[in-house]
């Protein structure tokens, strides 16, 4: 997965230069501050709006303010401890398959499964991919300990336009191209013209203006986008993002790889 990562990665940090130069002088450094809890879910307007709107909608929608705060981190020497969870739901039912098809990293006979639910503007969620999830895959993922399930949970239609095109990529380049938006979220999450950033990352993954515009126009993948983020409001408690659920426990907040192997270990 990484590798392929590496490879769009390294395209996006040379068509997006100026894009990137464009994007710090029109934005408003409108990323949300990690210090700052999410109390309520933000509404995304889906059902009165047809999947038309999504580029639309995209080009003046800026990253949101709600997001989840990280867990603190003991800093002392001694070992980290677990911390409690928000809640627990019945694994059967977290697992039960949805309008889409699970997109899953590790083995499915992994003792431990992680289901996170994540925004694409959300900058606590492109902190854990980029920092904490290459460490959970070399500790536990790989050597067969751990399944991550990743799940959508859009807070506003650019988030929304942003994971439609990673359903629309060939199932293959999925995580790599999560990965890509994640790196380049600031680029495209807070840019004047929504629309073009999101284009230009689109093109790396091999999509054409033809099937950029017919991805972001799919109303059935909209519709069921939105509906694994309802079924996760109301059914599994998600009032925030990232939200964990390790073996059916609810842990809202980036985790580190520290915090997370202090509840993953008793697991095993």
Not at 64 to 90: C, H, I, L, S
Not at 146 to 169: G, H, N, Q, S, T
Not at 208 to 220: I, R, Y
Request: net charge negative.
């Amino acid at each position: 997965m990484f590798r392929l990562t590496s490879r769009l990665t390294a395209a996006a940090s040379v068509s997006l230069l100026a894009l990137t130069l464009s994007a710090c002088a029109d934005s408003s450094d409108d990323t949300a501050n990690a210090s700052e809890p999410t109390e309520t879910v933000a509404p995304v307007e889906t059902a009165a709006a047809p999947a038309e709107m999504i580029v639309a909608q995209a080009e003046t929608t800026a990253a949101p303010a709600d997001t989840a705060t990280a867990p603190k981190t003991e800093t002392k020497a001694a070992a980290v401890k677990a911390p409690e969870p928000d809640g627990e739901v019945d694994v059967t039912k977290l697992m039960e398959a949805g309008p889409l098809k699970d997109m899953v990293i590790g083995d499915d006979s992994a003792p431990v499964t992680i289901v996170e639910y994540m925004s694409m503007t959300c900058p606590h969620c492109a902190a854990f991919h980029e920092t904490n999830l290459k460490p959970l895959i070399d500790k536990y993922i790989d050597s067969g300990k751990v399944r991550l399930v990743l799940r959508e949970f859009p807070f506003d239609p650019r988030a929304a336009a942003a994971i439609m095109l990673a359903r629309c990529a060939p199932e293959n380049q999925f995580f790599p191209m999560v990965d890509v938006l994640f790196q380049q979220q600031r680029n495209w999450a807070t840019a004047a013209d929504g629309r073009e950033a999101l284009l230009q990352i689109a093109r790396l993954a091999g999509f054409t203006q033809d099937s950029f515009e017919a991805c972001l126009t799919n109303q059935k993948l909209l519709d069921d986008v939105n509906a694994v983020r309802t079924k996760a409001a109301d059914e599994f408690g998600v009032q925030s993002t990232p939200t964990f659920f390790i073996n059916g426990k609810r842990y809202p907040g980036n985790m580190s790889i520290e915090i997370m192997s202090a509840i993953i270990d008793p697991l095993l």
